[in-house]
């Protein structure tokens, strides 16, 4: 089955699905590639109404720290709807373009670490929690993996659309 963005938790959790949980929060191969982009690339959009790639590092940390605390409630067993956000208004009230790429990526880096440090104190017990993510139940693990099937997502956009 081919799964679209807009199908959310499926598609980004089919984009995640080699590897154990700190193999795919301990890999390094994001950050290389974001290093790899120029400072002056990093205020580029290739259309004037989306993100430039600064914001989409920025909303790739935003994510991870409101997915990083939502997978904490349910680890400890609060029952709680893995509800969505509204990415646009936390991008536009962000200042992300105003910051350096070497800050973004130091920023995006920490989140990572402390990301990993908690999945790595996670029991299979804890991992094997269900919760509910918009109309789908799933298990703690599967949620994590979204984390790392968007980031991808988000730098399979850069690859394509913003360095041609």
Known sequence: MKFKPQDG?????????DG???????ATAQIEFLRKIPEEKGSYRYSPQKWSIKQIIGHISDH????????FLLSRNQQIELWGYDQSALVNNARFDDLTM???????????????????TLSAEQLAIKGFATEHEVSLEDFLRTIIGHERHHLEVIKRKYLP
Request: aromatic share 16%; glycine share 0%; charged share 15%.
């Open 9 to 17: 938790f499926p598609y980004y959790f089919h984009l995640a699905q």
């Open 20 to 26: 154990d949980l700190l193999s795919l929060f301990s």
């Open 64 to 71: 991870e720290r409101i997915k990083m605390y939502r997978a």
């Open 102 to 120: 070497s800050q973004l990526i130091s920023d995006l880096q920490n989140i990572r670490a402390a990301s990993l440090s908690f999945v790595n």
